[in-house]
């Protein structure tokens, strides 16, 4: 399980021109689920991104986490982070889990952010979405479950 995640100001998603999911200051984790990912994977995945410290504390470090600062998350599927772009010009996504596969650890990967009890905006899994990010720092990470 990989997943892509940009500190923001503000973040929005929409399908068919209708904000369905916002944020303020959080992160936006784009999520992107293989064949072999298990709920373990979905469930240190959670951990960390909720946890990982990539916000300023008094003295300017990252050294504090999207909980620590009271930020919210918004969650994006995102198959194309398992793209093989090593062949050709077309990337290959026979990596990328299948909806039957994905959909369950997407939700269940939610439903972990969620239990840290902070504000959680989803876009939906499959649509044709628009993802307004206001990147900043720009701090970008990628996160695995698997090395």
Do not use: W
């Not at 100001?9 to 992107?32: P, T, Y």
């Not at 994905?102 to 504000?119: M, R, S, T």
């Amino acid at each position: 399980m990989r997943a892509l995640i940009q500190r923001v100001s503000s973040a929005s998603v929409s399908i068919d021109e209708h904000v369905v999911g916002s944020i303020g200051k959080g992160i936006v984790i784009l999520l992107g689920i293989t064949h072999s990912d298990t709920e373990k994977d979905a469930e240190y995945l959670a951990e960390k991104c909720a946890n990982l410290r990539i916000f300023e504390d008094d003295d300017d470090k990252m050294n504090l986490s999207t909980l620590d600062v009271g930020g919210e998350f918004l969650v994006i599927s995102q198959f194309t982070l398992y793209g093989d772009t090593r062949k050709g010009r077309r990337p290959s996504y026979s990596s990328a889990a299948i909806p039957e596969e994905a959909v369950p650890l997407y939700e269940f990967f939610i439903e972990k952010i969620n239990a840290f009890g902070a504000k959680v905006a989803t876009g939906r899994f499959g649509a044709r979405m628009h993802v307004e990010i206001h990147n900043q720092g720009p701090v970008t990470l990628m996160v695995e479950s698997k090395t």
